[in-house]
C-alpha cells in the first residue's frame, strides 16, 4: 500500500493502492525495528569500499566527460544555440553532481565504508567542492534522522502550526503564489537553510551551520565546523583563481549553473520526502522514533532514482537504517515492504504535479477537532 496512487509489488505487477491522499497509520506499529531488521537479507548491510568508490569514479568520470562537451564545443555554436546549449549541460551536468552530493552524503551517515576516517576525507572533499559544509550539515542532518516527524525537534522541513503562519501567506494561497514560492525555495531555499536556517527547527537564537558556536552544535562538535568552513574557503580560492584567469562567466556557466540545479534538487527531494498531505507528524506527548521514521514517503523520479543513486524511492528504508550503502537499498525496501504494510509510504504522482500539490496542500499542520492526542496533520485553509 502507499500514501498515493499504485505501487508495484514485489513481482512488478500493479496493485491498487489507498486513494492518493487518504491519511497513513498514525498509531504505534505492531513490529520492531528489530523486526523489520531480520528480514532484510544480511548482505544489504555490508558496505564495500571498492564497490562505493567505483560509483564515485563513475559519476565524476560522467561529469568529466560533460565538462570537457561544454568547455570545448558549446563555446564554438552560434548564440542561437549556445543559449539552448548551456542550460542543457546545467542540467545533465546538475543531475550527475546531484548523484555526487548523494554518495557524500552517505559519508556522513557512516554508509561508505567500515572506516569512519575514509568516510569522513570522501564526504569532506565531495561536499566542499559543492560547497556543502561537510561536518555542519552531517551533525545537522544527524539530528533530522533523531528526531524525525517531531514538530519540536526536527531539524529540516519542519512544518508550521496554524499559529505560526504569517498574515502575508493568505496572499501567496494561489497559484501564481505557489508557483513563485516554489522557485524561491528551489533556487535560494538551500542557501538560506545554511545561513540562517530557514524552514528548519526554532533555536532561541541565531543559528548558521558555518557557526562553530551554533546553537545546532554540542561543545565537542565544534571543532569540526571549523573544517567545514575551511572546506568551503578553499573551494572559494579556488573559484575565485579561476575566475581572474578564465573570467567570471565561464566559472558561473561550467560550475554555477549545474550547482544551482544540485541545490533546486536536494532541496525537492528533501522536501516531497517529508511533505505530504497523508504524513503525520507529532509532538512530545505522541512522537517516537519508530513512528517518525515511518512518517515518510518514497517517490518515483522515473530514470533520475538510478542517476541519484535511489535516495529517492527507498527513502523510508534509508531513515529505518540510515547506515545501509545505497546500493543494497532497493533490495532492502522490497524485503521490509510486506512487514510494513500499509505504514510503507509510496507516492508515484509526478513530481512536477506533486511539487505543486504538496506546496498547495501543505501549508500547515494542525490537530484534528476534538482530538487530544499529539498527532498533526498538514492544512492549507488559511
Known sequence: MGAGGRMSSPN?????????????????P?????????????????????????????????????????????PLLPNSLAYVAWPVYWIFQGCVLTGVWVIA?????????????????????LHSALLVPYFSWKYSHRRHHS??????????FVPKLKSSVRSTAKYLNNPPGRILTLLVTLTMGWPLYLMFNVSG?????????????????????????FISDAGILTVFYILFRLASTKGLVWVLTMYGGPLLVVNGF????????????????????????????????????GILNKVFHNITDTHVTHHLFSTMPHYHAMEATKAIKPILGDYYQFDGTSIFKAMYRETKECIYVDKDEDVKDGVYWYRNKI
Open 12 to 28: 512488478g505487477k500493479e496493485k491498487d493502492g489507498p486513494k492518493p491522499l487518504e491519511r497513513a497509520l498514525h498509531e504505534k
Open 30 to 74: 505492531p513490529f520492531t525495528v528489530g523486526d523489520i531488521k531480520k528480514v532484510i537479507p544480511p548482505h544489504c548491510f555490508k558496505r564495500s569500499v571498492i564497490r562505493s568508490f567505483s560509483y564515485v569514479v563513475y559519476d565524476l568520470t560522467i561529469a568529466s566527460i560533460f565538462y570537457y562537451l561544454a568547455n570545448n564545443y558549446i
Open 105 to 125: 552524503h552517505e559519508c556522513g551517515h557512516h554508509a561508505f565504508s567500515d572506516y569512519q576516517w575514509l568516510d569522513d576525507t570522501v564526504g569532506l572533499i
Open 147 to 156: 528526531n524525525t516527524g517531531s514538530i519540536e525537534h526536527d531539524e529540516v
Open 201 to 225: 527547527r526554532y533555536y532561541d537564537r541565531f543559528a548558521c551551520h558555518f557557526d562553530p558556536n551554533s546553537p545546532i552544535y554540542s561543545n565537542r562538535e565544534r571543532a569540526q565546523i
Open 266 to 301: 536536494l532541496v525537492l527531494i528533501t522536501f516531497l520526502q517529508h511533505t505530504h498531505p497523508s504524513l503525520p507528524h507529532y509532538d512530545s506527548t505522541e512522537w517516537d522514533w519508530l513512528r517518525g521514521a515511518l512518517a515518510t514517503v518514497d517517490r518515483d523520479y
